[in-house]
């Protein structure tokens, strides 16, 4: 079966450095999308991503963030300057078309900002 | 604006007993709703989903949910529990007339006692 899977599954950095969390959604998806969900909180909405461009994004997603497909397969997140509260899981998530079409999630990357 | 209300943090369950989570919703169109599973150190798992059409809806596992149009509400059920059901469960809402990125219940702790 298809799946999303995302690198590295671990990532430690200083705060002030540079990240890109990287993803690959499952092939015959149109739509990708970035969560994030700092420990023992809730699943956040980050960004969409179809037809090359933004679809929507959250209040989360300021100008430290931006997503990028560099290629027909992988997903990135860059975030420019990591701070503290940057620290989460961070979830790449696939669909077929959005609308009614469930999303399908990676096992995440684990962000830590020290 | 959307919303989804688990109003259990914990919910412990004998194996073999019957096992409900609540979900509650808020959005301005028609909902799509959907139920995800996380295990330790996981991603999300996808579980199932109402669309339209029959308000019972199976999943994966033996799992099923009632969608309720007047109480706005998706409880997550299981006629009997087992020990591997033990894991995080997130009710997720879309609007159908909206944007496609899911929000998120805080999520329930499901504990099944052997």
């Known amino acids: 079966e298809p799946e999303v899977t995302q690198t590295p599954s671990h990532q430690v950095t200083q705060m002030g450095q540079e990240v890109i969390l990287r993803c690959v959604p499952i092939?015959?998806?149109?739509?990708f999308y970035w969560y994030r969900q700092i420990l023992g909180q809730k699943v956040e909405f980050l960004v969409s991503f179809y037809n090359n461009e933004i679809s929507e994004k959250s209040e989360i997603f300021d100008d430290q963030f931006s997503v990028e497909r560099p290629d027909g397969s992988n997903f990135t997140l860059k975030i420019r300057s990591t701070k503290l509260e940057d620290s989460a899981m961070y979830f790449c998530a696939s669909d077929l078309a959005g609308g009614p079409y469930e999303q399908y999630f990676g096992p995440g990357t684990r962000l830590t900002v020290t | 604006a959307q919303s989804v209300a688990q109003p259990e943090d914990q919910v412990n369950v004998a194996e073999g007993n019957p096992l409900t989570v609540k979900c509650t919703y808020s959005v301005s169109g028609n909902p799509y709703l959907f139920w995800y599973v996380q295990y330790p150190n996981r991603g999300l798992q996808f579980l199932l989903k109402y669309i339209t059409g029959d308000n019972l809806v199976k999943g994966s596992y033996g799992f099923e949910a009632e969608f309720n149009k007047s109480q706005t509400s998706f409880h997550l059920k299981k006629p009997s529990a087992l020990v591997s059901d033990s894991a995080l469960y997130f009710c997720a809402v879309r609007d159908s007339t909206g944007a496609n990125n899911l929000f998120f219940g805080t999520g329930t702790r499901l504990t099944v006692i052997p």
């Open positions: 092939s015959n998806h149109l739509y």
